[in-house]
T-cell receptor
């Protein structure tokens, strides 16, 4: 596709359930980022993949959060045992050299 | 650790005036700084990039400066319009070695409102 695609666009889940968020980056982009944005807040770094290097997981807030990336392709962000504080927009971005291209985000609501 | 800060949470100006947004960083100067625009409910969109050895960069009504002495970048919108109202984010990319090479860190953003 022409841009970064994220699915689902909206997700409502019950507290305690697991959720999986998907990101399809722009083809050929070696770098992929996940950010979390709470209402009215800035972008909180979660995890960064660069090619075949080990990912930078330093932003993951707890061990309930994990992410995978298949080669230089699709990435999934998994949140286990969701809590209300996990409610936010989860943004994915990809880049090749410098500028990052963002998806529209997944709005997660934990009820 | 490398930090990046945007001092103003919000900026309100009148149409036609120049908006100036500030981005400050700590530690060593990054190879370049980036500026993005984010509209409500949307992902950020890249606007401009300025390199360490560039003092100024322009694109239409936008101008970015990079002062490595002050460790600061200024983002200007001249002849501002209500359509310029949005959140503006600056970002630095880690350009040291290791697994974090290329990692993008964003400031908290400045909400710009241009009043007609």
């Amino acid at each position: 596709g022409a841009g970064v695609s994220q699915s689902p666009s909206n997700k409502v889940t019950e507290k305690g359930k697991d959720v999986e968020l998907r990101c399809d980056p722009i083809s050929g982009h070696t770098a992929l980022y996940w950010y979390r944005q709470r209402l009215g807040q800035g972008l909180e770094f979660l995890i960064y993949f660069q090619g075949n290097s080990a990912p930078d997981k330093s932003g993951l807030p707890s061990d309930r959060f994990s992410a995978e990336r298949t080669g230089e392709s699709v990435s999934t962000l998994t949140i286990q045992r969701t809590q209300q504080e996990d409610s936010a927009v989860y943004l994915c971005a990809s880049s090749f050299r410098s500028e990052a291209f963002f998806g529209q985000g997944t709005r997660l609501t934990v009820v | 650790s490398q930090k990046i800060e945007q001092n103003s949470e919000a900026l309100n100006i009148q149409e036609g005036k120049t908006a100036t947004l500030t981005c400050n960083y700590t530690n060593y100067s990054p190879a370049y700084l980036q500026w993005y625009r984010q509209d409500p409910g949307r992902g950020p969109v890249f606007l401009l990039l300025i390199r360490e050895n560039e003092k100024e960069k322009r694109k239409e009504r936008l101008k970015v400066t990079f002062d490595t002495t002050l460790k600061q970048s200024l983002f200007h919108i001249t002849a501002s319009q209500p359509a310029d109202s949005a959140t503006y984010l600056c970002a630095r990319r880690r350009d040291a070695g290791g697994t974090s090479y290329g990692k993008l860190t964003f400031g908290q953003g400045t909400i710009l409102t241009v009043h007609p």
